[in-house]
């Protein structure tokens, strides 16, 4: 049985160096890109505006820029321009083959393993990487899953040869809050053993929280060499910056009532949260605003979780809590279709959210929540380069993209996908007798 699986995990490799490898190389340099409409996303849209990108950055933005010596010029006419999108909840490079377990890294062994970093575990060369820039999407987060604290997640860029390059500056714990739901159709526990499954994980994450709080006046009140003589504790470590308010404390959590009881536990801890999930938001979306926590919602394109709900709970989520004052990011929380992260939006948009916020939801909405709104999630003098230009709007699946930049790298549009429709569009040798 070992040996069929190192077989397959051979020709996995394989297969992987051969068709997901980019065969045009990204290159580096000054572009200056013209007469464009540009979706700045927090300055409006500029029509026949010229974007100059620099040493990574975007260096200007206005209209009749001039190009000086070793600049590359595009013009733009007739297209559009839009920053990078950002998916809030991925697996992807975590995962390259659902099926065969050699290929998953998402998920540790253990309840309490907030330390693990879901960053070293980045495949940079994974064939949905290309696949995913293709479509506009330029960063994501990388996200652990499992026990109740299963890791801390990462924001990475999608290029770079080691996940050191790709790292985008941002680090979440990830919490999976005690749930009330079953755990799908095939779940036969009784309602009384859900309960019980909830309390004791309630009373776990309780006693963990207590014994942070002690560990944190250790920590605070040992100076020089007293500090040696602490007790190492990775997963307290990995903790007392959410305890400080340093990192977010990402909570995944989903039902109405679920999502009550952490806000109050929430609330009561003193916690910097970001909601992840919230499927039935739209049921307790005041209580949500109420409590000032910004949610990462989805997936949209997702069927509803209740048998009694209509067919567009899952489309119309993201507006209804946008609309009660909520700032709201989209994710997939995929690993191979992170692409669809613009359709997701799109339907958001249809279904009572808007183009506009739907648009922020994936730019500039997750970039404040991670924080990094200082050099991603708009079109903006100084911030980094990740953007694109498109033929239309994004989130229409006729719209092709025909320039894609990630930290001022022109990057190929180019994919396992567009590699084997260019291949088998003209055969050679063909059919003929």
Not at 75 to 90: A, E, L, W
Not at 171 to 177: K, L, S, T
Not at 229 to 256: C, T, W
Not at 335 to 341: D, G, I, M
Request: hydrophobic share 40%; glycine share 8%.
């Amino acid at each position: 049985m070992m040996i069929k699986y190192i077989y397959i995990f051979s020709l996995l490799l394989i297969a992987n160096s051969i068709a997901g490898q980019q065969v045009t190389k990204s290159t580096y340099g000054d572009v200056l890109l013209k007469n464009a409409t540009v979706h700045t996303v927090t300055d409006g849209t500029l029509n026949n505006t010229d974007v100059f990108i620099k040493d990574g950055l975007i260096a200007d933005i206005g209209n009749n820029l001039s190009a000086g010596r070793n600049v590359t010029t595009v013009d733009c006419s007739g297209k559009h321009i839009y920053p990078g999108f950002i998916d809030s909840d991925t697996r992807l490079a975590l995962s390259e083959v659902s099926a065969v377990s050699l290929t998953n890294d998402f998920n540790e062994i253990g309840d309490l393993i907030p330390h693990m970093q879901a960053l070293t575990a980045v495949n940079p060369n994974a064939t949905a990487i290309p696949v995913t820039r293709v479509n506009g999407v330029t960063s994501v987060i990388v996200a652990p899953t499992g026990g109740i604290f299963p890791g801390t997640a990462s924001l990475i860029d999608l290029i770079g040869y080691t996940p050191e390059q790709m790292d985008a500056g941002f680090r979440g714990v990830i919490m999976n809050f005690p749930s009330s739901a079953r755990r799908g159709r095939r779940d036969s526990r009784s309602d009384e053993d859900i309960k019980k499954a909830q309390d004791k994980a309630t009373k776990k994450i309780d006693e963990v929280w207590d014994e942070l709080a002690l560990y944190h006046k250790i920590d605070s009140a040992a100076t020089g060499n007293s500090k040696a003589h602490i007790k190492y504790q990775p997963e307290m470590d990995a903790l007392l910056p959410v305890y400080r308010g340093e990192f977010p404390l990402m909570i995944n959590v989903s039902k109405d009532k679920d999502i009550e009881a952490a806000i109050n536990w929430v609330t009561k801890k003193g916690v910097k949260a970001i909601f992840i999930g919230v499927s039935e938001g739209y049921r307790v979306a005041d209580k949500i605003a109420e409590a000032g926590i910004p949610v990462i919602a989805g997936p949209v394109l997702s069927v509803p979780g209740r048998a009694e709900a209509r067919y567009d709970v899952a489309y119309a989520n993201p507006g209804i809590m946008a609309k009660a004052g909520v700032k709201v990011a989209i994710r997939t929380g995929d690993s191979e279709n992170v692409r669809n992260l613009p359709f997701n939006a799109g339907f958001a948009a249809t279904y009572g959210m808007g183009k506009e916020e739907a648009l922020k939801a994936i730019t500039i909405n997750p970039a404040e929540m991670f924080g990094v709104a200082d050099k991603y999630g708009s079109i903006s003098k100084g911030k980094v380069a990740n953007l694109f230009v498109s033929t239309g709007d994004p989130f229409e699946m006729k719209t092709r993209l025909t320039h894609l930049f990630i930290k001022g790298w022109n990057v190929p549009i180019e994919s396992r996908h567009t590699l084997l429709y260019n291949e088998f569009l003209k055969r050679s040798p063909g059919l003929e007798d």
